[in-house]
């Protein structure tokens, strides 16, 4: 349970399409200036040939002044942005599992990170279920962090790369709950706008009790 974001793909992507790719993601990533570490959210975040590989950072209560809420989180009906310290309240109320915020929050104590997102050109993890296309599915669930923001821009950049590879996105969001990530993709890279209801796939989210 908890706010979550799905993915199909083949066992390979191709490599032209996947490296052109990668570096749509490290430029996306670096104009949102959101703090990113390694798997574990410390050091760096990978961006190479072989592979995306992220976490939020474990100390971004020290690296921005972003808002913060304790357990899992889910997007308020109107939520978008990030939740920075000096705005509004961003807890609107609550939901079956714990708060819901009207923007992405950190963790109560600061933390940026949930579950890692990482995607391999190759994928050389042991047998996994089948999605509903036949190609393997994975997920990163994120407890709308403010890093959800940048796994949503990376999803939305390797499908538009990947299409033909059948990359495939389902998410516990709706549509409009993707809205800043295609703004940002469209600010950054000129594409993403109108990456929508023909390649997002929504699962049916919780009701939260608000």
Known sequence: MGY???????????????????HDCRRLCAAMDIPLGDAHGEGRPTF????????GHVDSGKLGSFQRAEGLVWPHQRAH??????????I?????????????VLGSNGNGSYETF??????????????????LSDFCKTNYRPYDLCVQGCLIVLSHHLEAARFRVTSDGTSR??????????????YGIDWGEDKLTPMAPPLPSL
């Open 177 to 190: 709950d993707w809205n800043d990530a295609r703004d940002a993709c469209q600010h950054v890279l000129g």
């Open 48 to 55: 190479n040939n072989s592979e995306i590989c992220f976490n």
């Open 81 to 90: 942005g990030v939740a920075t310290i000096g705005e509004t309240d961003a």
């Open 118 to 135: 990482v995607v391999e050109r190759i994928d050389r993890s042991p047998p996994q279920e089948q999605g509903a296309h036949g190609g």
């Open 92 to 104: 609107a109320g609550s939901w079956g599992g714990g708060p819901a915020v009207t923007s992405r």
């Open 4 to 22: 979550t974001h799905y993915w199909e793909r083949p066992r390979i992507l191709p490599r032209p399409q996947f490296v052109a790719a990668v």
